[in-house]
């Protein structure tokens, strides 16, 4: 789908701007006074922790209810929260002062979507005032609350109102299949689906409501073959599985929108779908949080809020999200997978190693969970295990693809990493073969045998090629140098790993590697200068006794490095 102007969330809500240093003093003051409540609310706020930022706020205000500034700031975090029936009587509050607030207005739409009030809906939406952001999201609205009062000339005139606003075709023409769709007129709605799934390049929401369609028209066969061929899309995969499994055992299949508040869950959604950019992940979670308030098993949006709480680095938020996602879902695998990552991104590893062990004896031929295995065991540096968790990844495989050489690779650093060189340089060969063009590949395979001292021809060629591929990475860079060191080309050595310095000037290793090319070449000060580095970078301890030597013994030229 195409992406929306962003839109900040901070400037809904005017500033928040707390100083980080006074965190832990606000959080003490917030016990005793209102004033510390406010500046730890507004810390809060600054973290993205949308349910503390909405209980303290709500706090403040409770001790200051006529201040303006503090309802709106209550109002719009304990809405993000998800606390949609505490956030209401806030917006109530708002449009006494304010009646055309949009934010409060949208709030109170919503809210009466949720009870069946749709006359109360459209009333809330005429209210508001109306920004070119807002009146996307309004208007379909709009639409949902008309279709929910039978008005379906309404609902159709304001998706079509949609579609002249720049950058919404494909939306527009999906919510239209929608309200078509209910309204049994088929032809109509096959129409919009198609249009919708050409539209949006075959975004998921678009596929899935076709195909359920197809498959409720009674054309099992046609909706079989639609499905099958977006088996080989990621993205889509858990979607044609779970309809196949479904076709296959003769499930009834629901209509993917089946009333006017699935469909203004859906038009959230489909909205926040496209808040896709760092700063507009707090618009994002509010709209998601509203989604799900009017649906609650809605297990996508669940998939992208967590992602969106990814992007903000709450993943203690993302997880919980995560959680709540059935095992028996189409999107439960992914999501278990998922949360145990982010327990690695939050120091957790172990917790993450346990939840995907689990998971795999209850998944045993499930690629996706070994493979998440295998990385968080190395994440953990146990190697070992890492590559017999490859090892049954791959063995669900079934023939590889291009896009599997992710899976070989990973599986070659392990086995690499255990001293099984031969099995490792194997599975870097088969990734190569599978997409030839992989700088790290290309990289960790071309600078092991320069290591090695094997292939050193083909290795600089293969090394040259990946810093041609990512001609700033100053790894790349460093292992070309190592390359000419080993060929003898000390001066090339010299030039190429003064570059690599400079694009990652602490690295231990790529400073040690300098020196030895400056012995080489006659600068001994310089060598002296850069192994100093090295050892004041905290090499590992298998390369700090081999730099301390060369400091201490000022070596002859005899003895120079990789003589």
Known sequence: MPKLSPVVFATAIAVLYAPQACATAQAEDSARTP???????RQAATNHDMVDAGK??????ADDPDNIDLLNRAFLYTA????????????????????????????????AIRHGDFAAARMHIAGSGRGPFQALTLTLLDAWAAQGAGDIATALKDTDNIAAQGGTAALAALHKALVLDLA?????AENAYKSAIALSHDDPRAVDAFGRFLVRAGRSDEAKAYYQKYLADPGLEPIAKAAL???????????????????????????ASMLATDNTADFAILYLRYALYLRPDFDLAKIILADRFEALKRYEDAIAVYQSIKQDSPYGAAAAVQAASDYSRIDQPEKAVQELKDMARRRPDDLDVWTALGDAYRATEDWANAASAYDKAIGALGTPSAKDWPLYYARGVARERTGNWTAAESDLQTALKLSPDQASVLNYLGYTWVDHGVNLGQALSMLERARTLSPFDGYIVDSVGWAYYKLGRYKDAARTLEDAVLLVPGDPTINDHLGDAYWKVGRKLDAHFQWSHALAFGPDDKDKPAIEKKLQDSLSVAEAPGG
């Open 35 to 41: 004033y510390g409540s406010y500046l730890a609310a």
């Open 56 to 61: 303290l706020y709500r706090a403040t205000l």
């Open 80 to 111: 993000a929260a998800g606390d949609v029936d505490a956030a209401e009587p806030l917006a109530l509050r708002i449009i006494k002062t304010d009646p055309q607030n949009r934010s409060a207005r949208m709030a109170l739409a919503v809210a």
């Open 184 to 188: 049994d007129r088929k032809d109509e």
């Open 245 to 271: 499994t479904g076709l296959d055992k003769g499930r009834k299949t629901e209509r993917m929108v089946s009333n006017a508040r699935d469909g203004a869950a859906e038009s959230l959604f489909g909205i």
